[in-house]
């Protein structure tokens, strides 16, 4: 009895002992259940009409610091994946609450399962749970609408709206740029005082220059050097101008000779007195430029209104120009004109060829100049992948799939011996009148309903109908094909060389068969494109991702 007591004493003091680790243990174990995330999902509804939409809710609660990622594209065949909406976030302290929404729809009744989704979180993959959806048929009133045969398919313009929007675009940018460069560099702006000045006749101008210096600051604040640089310039630049004479790079002897010598060949009618003057200035300008002198201020001003008077003297004493030397004046104004608008219009070329090939280099870095090469001149293949894509079912058993142009309804005349083994066969074709481009489906419904298709049969039947029709070198690969929904099929493909339409020419290509059956029917899918084509592989790469086939006839 002791010894009992003994160890129950010692074993309340081992549980006192461990209590606080327990505690913790307890409290861990809390938190931790506390940080486990949570995943809940829901549908709005799970009945619907052909066509309707079912949304489908999965709301994940984990800790702000989980990395979350969520089903994308289409995962939930048989059901088609409409829209994704954005996730919606809410926070509330450490915790986030992820809610993601999912459009989906159907177009074919039945009752279909939406499968398990796997959400990620840090990771490692949680499954939600699956759902069955009903889709219904909408009913038919036979009774009081009446009932009219299918209409034969017929062909329907394509709308060139896109083409025009593109061709007004151009247009516009055309415009602003025509306009821009109209402002910039054709139009006439307004002259300047500069210009105006510029443009007047050398006695003119010299008379107005020599007004404005005179109600200049330049004597008020002591600055003659620039008064006499300025008035010996009007004065030098007048003489060479009007009367023909180098002056402006002439010594003040120099020019002083020089019209000492028109004088006396007669060529200038000027006095001794006026030249004597005219020396006087010049040398006085002499003296201020480079000797520093200092005139008075009324000198200066006298100075100024003698250069005015010889610039009248000369003037009056140049004999009149001819009737040719006033042709040949006009002349040149008319050829300088001439030649001011041959610059301008350079000028608007120059900057056009300038903006359209950077425009071009811009565009041709952004998207590549082999794209932009084809979208300027035009490619078929493109033009297809980049236009309105149709999503179809064609023959029974039906063969759903994607493609940019309606398949056409194909008239296949069986041979005697091939009517006892197939009781219907229904084909689809869309060729491209330029390339090699072609899409087809066939559907065969067999005479005898438990017989199993002869996929090697068909195969070889397929690439002898390549080689009828022209094709050579055919190389042929074999391996399993899985739709979206989990059908599996056989994919054959490879390359050859194939007669290009209407000519004899072969050309390098590439073709996929997709082939599936089941008891008492086959399926398959051809399409034949041309080698080294990116666009047309585009367009085989979404097809082969549409492509849906019933299980069953």
């Given at each position: 009895?002791?010894?009992?007591?003994r160890?129950?004493n010692?074993?309340?003091?081992f549980?006192?002992?461990?209590?606080?680790?327990?505690?913790?243990?307890?409290?861990?174990?809390?938190?931790?259940?506390?940080?486990?995330?949570?995943?809940?999902?829901?549908?709005?509804?799970?009945?619907?009409?052909?066509?309707?939409?079912?949304?489908?809710?999965?709301?994940?609660n984990?800790d702000?610091?989980?990395?979350?990622?969520?089903?994308?594209?289409?995962?939930?065949?048989p059901?088609?994946?409409?829209?994704?909406f954005?996730?919606?976030?809410?926070?509330?302290k450490?915790?986030?609450?992820?809610?993601?929404?999912?459009?989906?729809?159907?177009?074919?009744s039945?009752?279909?399962?939406?499968?398990s989704?796997?959400?990620?979180?840090?990771g490692?993959?949680?499954m939600?749970?699956?759902?069955?959806?009903?889709v219904?048929?909408?009913?038919?009133?036979?009774l009081?609408?009446?009932?009219?045969?299918?209409?034969?398919?017929?062909?329907?313009?394509?709308?060139?709206?896109?083409?025009?929007?593109?061709?007004?675009?151009?247009?516009?940018i055309?415009?602003?740029i025509?306009?821009?460069?109209y402002?910039?560099v054709?139009?006439?702006?307004?002259?300047?005082?500069?210009?105006?000045?510029?443009?007047?006749?050398?006695?003119?101008r010299?008379?107005?220059?020599?007004?404005?210096?005179?109600n200049?600051k330049?004597?008020?604040?002591?600055?003659?050097?620039?008064?006499?640089?300025?008035?010996?310039?009007?004065?030098?630049?007048?003489?060479?101008?009007?009367?023909?004479?180098s002056?402006?790079?002439?010594?003040?002897?120099?020019?002083?000779?020089?019209?000492?010598?028109?004088?006396?060949?007669?060529?200038?009618?000027?006095?001794?007195?006026?030249?004597?003057?005219?020396s006087?200035?010049?040398?006085?300008?002499?003296?201020?430029k480079?000797?520093?002198?200092?005139p008075?201020?009324?000198?200066?001003?006298?100075?100024?209104?003698?250069?005015?008077?010889?610039?009248?003297?000369?003037h009056?004493?140049?004999p009149?120009?001819?009737?040719?030397?006033?042709?040949?004046?006009?002349?040149?104004?008319e050829?300088?004109?001439?030649n001011?608008?041959k610059?301008?219009?350079?000028?608007a070329?120059i900057s056009?060829?300038?903006?359209?090939?950077?425009?071009?280099?811009?565009?041709?870095v952004?998207?590549?100049?082999?794209?932009?090469?084809?979208?300027?001149?035009?490619?078929?293949?493109?033009?297809?992948?980049e236009g309105?894509?149709?999503?179809?079912?064609?023959?029974?058993?039906?063969?759903?799939?994607?493609?940019p142009?309606?398949?056409?309804?194909?008239?296949?005349?069986?041979?005697?011996?091939?009517?006892?083994?197939?009781?219907?066969?229904?084909?689809?074709?869309?060729?491209?009148?330029?390339?090699?481009?072609?899409?087809?489906?066939?559907?065969?419904?067999?005479?005898?309903?438990?017989?199993?298709?002869?996929f090697?049969?068909?195969?070889?039947?397929?690439?002898?109908?390549?080689?009828?029709q022209?094709?050579?070198?055919?190389?042929?690969?074999?391996?399993?094909f899985?739709?979206?929904?989990?059908?599996?099929?056989?994919?054959?493909?490879?390359?050859?060389?194939?007669?290009?339409?209407?000519?004899?020419?072969?050309?390098?290509?590439?073709?996929?068969?997709?082939l599936?059956?089941?008891?008492?029917?086959?399926?398959?899918?051809?399409?034949?494109?041309?080698?080294?084509?990116?666009?047309?592989q585009e367009?085989?790469?979404?097809?082969?991702?549409?492509?849906?086939?019933?299980?069953?006839?």
């Amino acid at each position: 009895m002791i010894y009992t007591n003994r160890k129950i004493n010692s074993g309340v003091s081992f549980i006192k002992r461990i209590s606080p680790f327990l505690v913790f243990l307890l409290f861990f174990s809390e938190l931790s259940a506390q940080e486990r995330p949570s995943i809940t999902t829901k549908v709005d509804t799970t009945f619907i009409k052909i066509g309707e939409q079912v949304k489908w809710t999965v709301t994940v609660n984990v800790d702000s610091t989980d990395v979350v990622i969520f089903p994308e594209g289409q995962t939930f065949s048989p059901l088609e994946t409409v829209e994704a909406f954005a996730t919606d976030t809410t926070r509330k302290k450490d915790r986030l609450t992820l809610q993601k929404i999912y459009a989906l729809t159907q177009f074919d009744s039945g009752a279909y399962k939406l499968p398990s989704q796997r959400i990620d979180i840090n990771g490692t993959g949680f499954m939600t749970d699956s759902t069955l959806i009903n889709v219904a048929t909408i009913p038919v009133d036979t009774l009081n609408q009446k009932m009219y045969d299918i209409k034969p398919l017929i062909n329907v313009d394509k709308s060139n709206f896109d083409l025009w929007k593109y061709v007004l675009i151009g247009l516009l940018i055309f415009l602003i740029i025509g306009a821009l460069l109209y402002w910039f560099v054709l139009r006439k702006k307004p002259l300047s005082e500069e210009e105006k000045v510029a443009l007047l006749p050398p006695y003119d101008r010299a008379l107005l220059e020599l007004k404005r210096l005179e109600n200049s600051k330049y004597l008020i604040q002591d600055e003659y050097k620039q008064y006499y640089s300025e008035l010996t310039t009007i004065v030098r630049s007048y003489l060479e101008e009007d009367a023909h004479v180098s002056a402006l790079e002439s010594t003040t002897g120099q020019l002083i000779e020089k019209l000492e010598l028109l004088k006396d060949a007669g060529e200038l009618q000027l006095d001794d007195d006026t030249i004597k003057q005219f020396s006087q200035i010049l040398q006085t300008a002499d003296l201020v430029k480079f000797a520093k002198n200092k005139p008075s201020s009324s000198i200066a001003e006298q100075d100024r209104k003698l250069v005015e008077q010889i610039v009248v003297k000369t003037h009056d004493a140049l004999p009149e120009p001819t009737e040719e030397e006033l042709l040949e004046q006009a002349e040149y104004q008319e050829e300088l004109e001439r030649n001011a608008r041959k610059k301008k219009i350079k000028i608007a070329i120059i900057s056009t060829v300038a903006l359209i090939l950077i425009g071009i280099t811009i565009a041709g870095v952004k998207f590549g100049f082999g794209y932009l090469k084809d979208t300027v001149i035009g490619h078929p293949t493109k033009e297809l992948l980049e236009g309105e894509w149709i999503r179809s079912s064609y023959g029974f058993p039906p063969i759903q799939l994607e493609t940019p142009q309606v398949l056409v309804r194909q008239e296949i005349k069986l041979p005697p011996e091939a009517k006892a083994a197939i009781a219907d066969i229904q084909a689809f074709q869309y060729s491209s009148p330029i390339g090699l481009f072609n899409a087809a489906t066939t559907s065969i419904t067999l005479a005898q309903q438990d017989a199993e298709p002869d996929f090697d049969k068909t195969i070889e039947q397929i690439l002898s109908n390549f080689e009828s029709q022209g094709a050579k070198n055919i190389i042929t690969k074999q391996e399993e094909f899985s739709t979206i929904s989990g059908v599996k099929g056989v994919k054959v493909f490879g390359s050859g060389e194939f007669l290009a339409p209407g000519s004899k020419e072969l050309m390098a290509g590439e073709y996929t068969v997709l082939l599936f059956g089941g008891k008492g029917f086959q399926q398959y899918v051809i399409l034949t494109w041309l080698k080294d084509d990116t666009y047309a592989q585009e367009i085989v790469d979404r097809i082969l991702a549409s492509v849906e086939v019933k299980t069953e006839a």
